[in-house]
Every structure is written in C-alpha cells, then in structure tokens.
C-alpha cells in the first residue's frame, strides 16, 4: 500500500502541491490527471522523492517517512524509500551510454550487487516481457522511441520495486509508437503490478486505470474508479476536462 | 642542403633524447595530475559548500590571469626566498600541474553540466547513490563531449612545456638552444625543432579521433566531416 498524507510542495513563493492525501492499494493502477501545471508530475516525483516535499508523510510498504518545512530528510531514508519504487519518464532517459541490456541491468549490477550473470538473466527475461529481447545489445540511440520507452519500463521494474511510476510515459510518442507502450503497461497491470501515473493519454487511462485521481492547482478535485469517473464524474470542472480530452481522441 | 639533411640529421639524435626524457614525461604527469585537480576543482565548484567553491575559483582566476612563464619563475627562481628550494623537473611539474587544474576545471565544469538532469534523475530513480550516479552515468557521457577541448590543453601543454627551458630543465627546446649554442644554425635547429613539436602534436590528434571514435560509439553525436 501506498499512502500519501498531506502533501504540501513548495517551490519559493509557489505551492504546486496543497495538502494532497492519496491511498495506492497494492495491484492497484492509479492515473493522476488534469490540466498541465495542476501538480500530477510533482506529485508523482514526491512519491520516489526526486522532489522533496515541504509537508506530509510518504508510506509504502512498510517504510514511512515524514517531512519539515526546513529540515532535509537524511539520505539513506531517501534512498530506502526510493528502493521501493521504479520509475519511467516521459522522455526515457536510457543511459545513451549502455545498451538495452546493460541499461535494465544497471541498477541490479552497480546498486545491488548482483553477480553479472544473474543480472543479465533476469535483465533478458524483462526485456523478453517488454517485447524487446531481440534488440538487447543496441543502443538506444538506434531505437525508436516506442522501444526506448519499453526498455526503460524494464530497467524501472529490475529492482523488484513496490510501485512503478509513469511520468507522462506516452507523451513522447506518435499515436502508433505508444499503443506498443500502452499494451505493455496494460500487461503489467493485468499481472497485478502497482502502477501511479501522470497522464494525458485518455485510452492509456481508461484502458489500465483502476483509480483516476483528477488534480488541479495543486489539489484533488475528484477521484474516484475510473470507470465512473470518465463517464459519470460528479463534479462540472471534471466533466469538462475529460470533454476536451475526449475531443483531442477523436481527432 | 646537404649541409642542412647533415646537420638536422647529427642532432635528431640528442633532440628527441630530450624529448623522451623530459618533454613526454613532464607533459604526461602534469597532464595526469592536472586532470584530477581539474576534476577535483569542478566537482568542488559544481557540488562543493560554497567558501570552497570561492577558493576554487580564486584559483582559476589567479592561474589564468597570469603568464604560465612568470608562474614558472615564481615557483623556480620566487620560491627559494620563501625558503622553499625545489628542483627544476618538480618546479616545472607543479607549474605546469596548476596551469592544467584550472584551465580543465572549466571544461570539466561544462560538460558536466552539460548532461541532462534527467539522466541524474534516471540514476536515482534505480537506487544510485550520488557518487554512483557520478562515475557510472554522468562522467562517461561527460567524456566524450570533453574529448575535443581537453586535446586542445593537452596539446597546448605540449608545446608549453618548452617555457621550461627557462627555469633550467634540458627539455626538447633547450636542447636545441644548447645545439645552437655551439653550432650557429638557429634556423636550421628551429625548424627542426619545430617540426619535431608538430610530430607529437600530430600523434595526440590522431589520438584525440580515436578516442571521440571509442567514446562515442553509443551514437547521437553529429561526426565531423574529416
């Protein structure tokens, strides 16, 4: 279980996140949605602490950990909290510098220690997963962006995390290039893999999501089961965020 | 002519003695600990708590707003009457050694700044640590952009380290001084010295394109047209 309390993110002057309480049940998908600026990224990137927040508490699994105004929380909490998670980005970020195999390796070679051979294993059987076994010795570079983006969900999920992140993971994407990424977190999430993601992509939200959680200036407006929320959301702002985006799917 | 391939051809020899015993070495060791003072003095500015990160850039100001030649003279012919006495080999290394710290502490700066944030996002969201982060993800992509600005201070170092023949070390260049001395065929022994600078030069750019070759074999760069 994943649970968010409170989250209040500033950056300077600016709240981006204003008390926001969130509840992951395990195996459970999530997609947070609204308009650009409403805080779903910020959120997102407070879970794995990439962003610190400025007030609340972050709990997954058993690992809790509370936050001050004012005061860092200490690096190996950060890290024990971040070992938890897995996250995709919505401009891959492969390291250019490895191949596929090497990039879903890495984290299980150089953080956990892992003997080579038994990370190339079971960085191959992720790749297989994704549909990217044949192109384990390219280099990212040479891979569109539908592949890069697969391969970097196989290095998010090396590490056994709890959770895996989705920043955005299709907005880089042409239509084409992103059904083969939806298709691979849909498979994810029928096998039970507890997923948080930013979105835009109304088929990727609709079609994987459990929970929709519709943000706003920083603020949850509505969630609720997707299902319900996308056909019958109860509140107007809602209703009318999901009318344009069903607009911009039918273009 | 013949008196030109003759003479030329008498002190190859003793040239490139010079060149192999003091000219190589210095240039090699003051590049190598140049390189990791650079490194050091970058990461410092980049990351390091704020009065350091002034006293490294007090540093860089100090050794790029004076000549290398003066720097070479104050630590050679200044220091003794601070009652420090160093050899000239050592004096001209540890001149040398500063001069290359500061000049590559910018470039090394640079391309480090120069990799995009989200690949130290990228690191940490898989567990690294910071220095993790550092040595596997961040300088290796940093390299290759730095190939082409640190062959420009290497070779630049190459052909510095003939100010060391005036504080006394028998490097490449004085060796052609001393020739001369003896001799009196400046022209020919400058030329020929000349030509023996432009040598290793070569050698190093010739290096500097097989190694942007090897660490850039990832891709994504744009090649450069010869």
């Not at chain 2, 009065?51 to 050794?63: K, T």
Request: proline content about 5%.
């Amino acid at each position: 279980m994943i649970r968010l309390s409170n989250i209040e993110k500033r950056f300077g002057d600016v709240t981006v996140l204003k008390g926001v309480t969130l509840t992951v049940a395990e195996g459970r998908v999530t997609a947070l949605i609204g308009p650009s600026g409403g805080g779903k990224s910020t959120l997102l990137r407070c879970i794995n602490l990439l962003e610190v927040p400025t007030s609340g508490s972050v709990r997954i699994g058993e690992e809790e950990l509370t936050f001050h105004p004012g005061s860092k929380p200490n690096w190996p909490d950060v890290r024990r909290l971040r070992s938890q998670t897995g996250m995709v980005f919505q401009n891959f970020q492969l390291f250019p510098h490895r191949t596929a195999v090497e990039n879903v390796m890495e984290g299980l070679v150089t953080v956990q220690k892992w003997p080579f051979g038994k990370a190339q294993e079971r960085a191959m059987t992720l790749l297989q997963k994704v549909g990217m076994a044949h192109k384990a010795d390219a280099w990212p570079a040479t891979l569109s962006g539908g592949q890069q983006q697969r391969v970097a969900i196989a290095r998010a999920l090396a590490p056994f995390p709890r959770v895996l992140l989705c920043d955005e993971p299709t907005s880089a994407l042409d239509p084409e290039l992103s059904d083969e990424v939806v298709d691979v977190l849909g498979k994810l999430a029928e096998e039970g893999t507890t997923m948080v993601m930013a979105t835009h992509d109304l088929r990727l939200a609709s079609k994987i999501a459990h929970e929709v959680v519709f943000l706003e200036s920083g603020q949850v407006v509505e969630n609720g089961a997707s299902r319900d929320l996308f056909s019958r959301p109860t509140r107007e702002r809602t209703k009318r965020f999901i009318a344009t985006l069903t607009q911009q799917g039918q273009h | 002519m013949l008196h030109w391939l003759t003479l030329m051809a008498g002190s190859l020899a003793s040239l490139l003695w010079a060149a192999l015993i003091f000219t190589v070495p210095l240039t090699l060791a003051s590049f190598a600990l140049g390189l990791t003072v650079g490194l050091a003095a970058a990461i410092i500015r980049l990351f390091g708590p704020a009065p350091l990160a002034a006293a490294v850039r007090f540093y860089v100001w100090i050794i790029r707003g004076t000549p290398l030649l003066v720097q070479l003279f104050l630590i050679f012919y200044g220091l003794p009457s601070a009652g420090i006495v160093l050899d000239a080999f050592p004096a001209a290394l540890i001149g040398f050694t500063l001069n290359v710290g500061a000049y590559t502490s910018e470039i090394i700066r640079a391309v480090i700044s120069s990799v995009p944030k989200g690949q130290w996002e990228a690191a940490y969201s898989i567990g690294m640590s910071w220095t993790q982060a550092m040595r596997r993800t961040i300088l290796p992509q940093a390299a290759r952009t730095a190939v082409p600005p640190l062959s420009n201070s290497f070779i630049s170092l190459v052909k510095d380290t003939s100010l060391a023949a005036a504080i006394t070390v028998p490097e490449l260049f004085q060796a052609a001084q001393r020739i001369v001395a003896t001799t009196y065929e400046p022209l020919i022994l400058y030329v020929e010295v000349a030509l023996i600078y432009l040598a290793l030069s070569s050698v190093l750019s010739a290096l500097q394109v097989r190694l942007e070759q090897r660490l850039g074999r990832y891709g994504g760069f744009l090649e450069s047209k010869s």
